[in-house]
């Protein structure tokens, strides 16, 4: 096979202060046709820059030094710029991160669709239109014909990332550049919208570049894989042989960074806790609503002290709210939080120093919510002077201690938030709650925002300053593998609804809710083939009848794959508790194993309902 | 539409309103503290006390000042804004005689600020830091802070004294044929755009700029968009509510704040009549100026508020 595009000795450098500083020390790699190539690497690697380089594209403050992109024996780096707007969106095509802020919020679907075809004049706005409808109904879009009618507000994320998909193939490109296409979404809409990619990519042959920090997602999608580093290759063969047979280092450490390996102190501070009887924080009953709609309802919650309580779900779940609440940054409609057995206060105005210092929240963007222009210094006094009342050098000499804790040198103390790396920033971050030694500590997903490696060592800390401190986490996320792995307990949120609840390690096996099925289906595996063989998301629902009306149904039931007509769409679900001792809002006492036959659930689902 | 723009929209209105409503009173109080009233005025230094008190109780002049409020706002609600106390002729006869030619001025002035300004402020957004960015930024800055009174002045010795070619005073009657309209308004227009265009171009410049760094634009760029396309067709109809608030904000100058450019070209416009109002201590003839200015005034921010409710989708259906 004859190679589509070849890139040599590519230089990109960005200008800070008058020098050229390089982010890009000459990446060389080609591509076949019809081949998928991901580069890989953490942020700062340079993988979106070499990427756009593709398209003789550098961002803000950054240029290509040189180097050159040989596509269709054309050097891209060479051509003029309106020569660069013939190739761009016709040879080559681009799908952005997020599809939300690269769609023009003003105009109509269809119209940025088809526009490169319109720009590029490759066929008539008719014609293009009727590709676009075809290509919708490829990506499995919901009302393909009508879809392009409304505006990029009107969809969800899923959609948007497809209909994104749609966007680039419309000229029949000759080189397809996907950036992080599935980083902002949900793991469930993920494995929707790659199956989605993999089955136009293979269909029409198209050949790929896949730019990602998820190397699982990269191992379904790619033929081949370049690891990057601070802007070098690293290491550049096949798909199969990075996963099986690493050879660079760095490879290898990303690979392991991958799994999340299950702590042993967990289950050995488990069985201290058994020992106290109030828990350090009760939430009861509790219900919040925004205007008419519940966000939140019936959730109860026990914190023991010392002890890890994972919350997780999709966007939207609840999660966040659930720990604003506790807080007492949102107020409850119904219910009460316990802090030692004694009701707090709704809002978090009206509690006492004392209450608020013991309960302390970790935001999930240290960016906003670390204030630019304090330094470190005062950022971590401000706690100390507020809840501790200290002054001078104690201050001072308390803020070193505190760096010391989370593993940062004590020169930092004199920077800003701006000058400091995303894994410092979120250490400051946790620093800053320590500050009040709070008893426990509500986490919003502070390693979202970080590389696999970073976040895992943020992982690490914790659960060192909780051995050191004997501090409460609640722990918010939407990776269901590291919730598990490092939580001492587990709640599920679907929809505002506790769907699930168990012990960390109730979570490595069966039987589960199914929506905490599809969730666990849904994490990619580190292995080729995972996303053919999963049946995550993959069957057909089972096909009931109208949901009964004015009844409040189980909130999963237009998503579960063993919804039961007669009963599913008729009756108000329980909660009913699993042998291994999680408890489950459910019809169902459940599918012990995965792969179950239906009528073996019936029978057992008849047996329950016969003996109650 | 929609039922939330229409809610939108009549809120809008409701609100412009109950502002009219609080302006008039406003207005109303603060004429009424001015010191010395039309009695007074219209019998000179000479008066007794006693032709004094005869000559307002035949006015109104001493009935309380609520009661005076409430006959007025009545009044203006069936377009009845009094008498002239000094020539006793209807208040609305005499804007309606001054309102068409205060209109066209501010219509030319329209016509010529609003396109200069946008395509000056849209090309210095697109080539940001090239010279033209750079003199049209510094033209702007030179234009808003010179008083418009001087650039007025100027014009008046260059092209009046100078040059002889426009008249120093606007003769609006005269203005028979297009080329006589020209000179007529060259001057006036000239002036009042010098500031409105600054102040439009510099504003569109940053709504322009806002969105030319959002990551749509980035998309159209690698779509193979040209620079035209890409402002005219993805940023502008983002950035028009800005744009539109900038512009109203702008053209409600022309309509209270010409003062000083039609005192000095003795332009026979609203603001002259205004001016005249104050010294002859004319005070329903000052309130249903302001009144009119103040209804004009919202009259514009109420159509940008429109343009930005209209041009925004998440409120299309």
Partial sequence: MTELVKVSGLRVAVRSGGADIPIVHGADFSLKKGEVLALIGESGSGKTTIALSLMGYARNGCHIVDGSVQIDDVDVLSLSPAQLAKVRGRTISYIAQSAAAAFNPSKTIMDQVIESAMIHKTCSRKEAQAKAIGLFRELALPFPEKIGERYPHQVSGGQLQRLMAAMALITDPALVILDEPTTALDVTTQIEVLRAFKKVVRERNTTAVYVSHDLAVVAQMADRIVVLRNGQIQENNLTKKILETPQHDYTKSLLSAMKPETRQDTIEQKKMDLDTDTPLLEVRHLEVCFGDKKVLQDIDLKIRRGATVGVIGESGSGKTTLARTIVGLVQPSLGNIYLDGLPLEASASDRSREQLRRVQYVFQNADTALNPLHTVEEILARPLRFYHGMKGKKQHDRVIELLDLVHLPATIAKRRPTELSGGQKQRINLARALAAEPDIILCDEVTSALDTVVGAAILELMADLRKKLNVSYLFISHDISMVQAICDEVVVLYSGFKVEQGA??????????????????????????????????????????????NVELCPFLDRCSAREEGKCNRIIPSRIKLKKGNQILCHHAFVEHKGQTHDQTRVQVDAMAASV | MNQTISRLIINRIGLGLLTLLIVSLVIFMITNLLPGDAAQELLGQSATPETLAALRSQLGLDLPIYTRYIQWLGGLLVGDAGYSMVNGMSIMELIWSRLPNTLSLAAFATLVSVPVALSIGIFSAMYRGSWFDRYSNMLAVFAVSVPEFLIATIAVLIFAVKLGW??????????????????????????????????????TRAAVIDQLSSPYVEMALLKGASPIRIVLLHVLPNALGPIANAIALSLSYLLGGVIIVESIFNYPGIATLMLNAVSTRDMPLVQGCAMLFCFGYLILVLMADICEIVSNPRLRK
């Fill in chain 1, 504 to 549: 960390g390690e109730s979570f490595q096996r069966p039987p589960f809710h199914p929506y905490t099925q599809l969730l666990i289906d849904s994490v990619p595996e580190m292995q080729q083939g995972w996303l053919e063989s999963t049946t995550a998301n993959h069957e057909l629902l089972p096909s009931i009848g109208a949901p009964k009306p």
């Fill in chain 2, 166 to 203: 426009l008249s120093a005073l606007s003769h609006i009657e005269s203005a028979n044929t297009f080329g006589e309209m020209l000179k007529v308004y060259a001057m006036p227009v000239l002036t009042l755009c010098s500031v409105l265009v600054a102040q439009m171009a510099r504003m």
